[in-house]
């Protein structure tokens, strides 16, 4: 009995191998997404639609939908191919996507009860519309590591995945990362 290339060979049959390399990486983000979703959802729920402003509550949470599908759409089709990668660097692609997605957990668990959904940054246990700047923590170092944290892992699966929903969900990400970033700090200077 010999291998499966020489039976496929001595058997007139063209032996292909199948391409694995992507299935323990596609694993492992997406239970990274699945992490993503679970704490998320919860930190949603706890706060509440009193967390955010009126609006914005069902737009955070269509946003957030959005994001999730095309992240896992991106891992259902195949990878693309524009540069290939070593081993190297796609075990440092999924650690920097870990990286990414436990520094937005740690910096919303800074934040406490001045977390907001939406644009409305608040203060601990106000409103929507009495905003304060945070800067403790991870926020002395960073101004917002929530929105760095994603967005490292979005670039980290778009490197490692390399397929049209990947880099949609990237140049999504950048986008609204901007645009939120600006009227957060637009907010917070009084500029309403």
Not at 33 to 61: N, S
Not at 85 to 99: C, D, H, Q, S, T
Not at 146 to 156: K, M, R, S
Not at 166 to 175: D, P
Request: charged share 20%.
């Amino acid at each position: 009995m010999g291998t499966d290339a020489a039976e496929s060979r001595d058997a007139g049959i063209p032996f292909e191998r199948r391409d694995t390399s992507m299935e323990g990486q596609t694993l492992l983000l997406g239970l990274g997404w699945l992490g993503h979703a679970l704490f998320w959802t919860r930190a949603l729920r706890g706060a509440g639609r009193d967390a955010a402003a009126p609006g914005e509550y069902v737009r955070e949470i269509a946003l957030r939908a959005g994001m999730m599908t095309l992240a896992l759409v991106a891992l259902v089709l195949p990878p693309g191919r524009l540069f290939r990668y070593g081993r190297a660097v796609a075990y440092a692609g999924i650690a920097i996507f870990f990286f990414g997605q436990a520094l937005a957990v740690w910096a919303r668990l800074q934040l406490a009860d001045s977390w907001g959904i939406g644009i409305w940054p608040r203060a601990a246990g106000a409103g929507p519309g009495k905003s304060a700047r945070f800067n403790g923590g991870l926020y002395h170092l960073v101004r917002h590591p929530i929105y760095v944290g994603t967005t490292l892992a979005i670039c980290a699966q778009a490197l490692i995945v390399q397929n049209v929903p990947s880099l949609l969900l990237l140049a999504g990400a950048f986008g609204t990362v901007s645009w939120k970033i600006k009227e957060e700090d637009r907010r917070l200077a009084g500029k309403t």
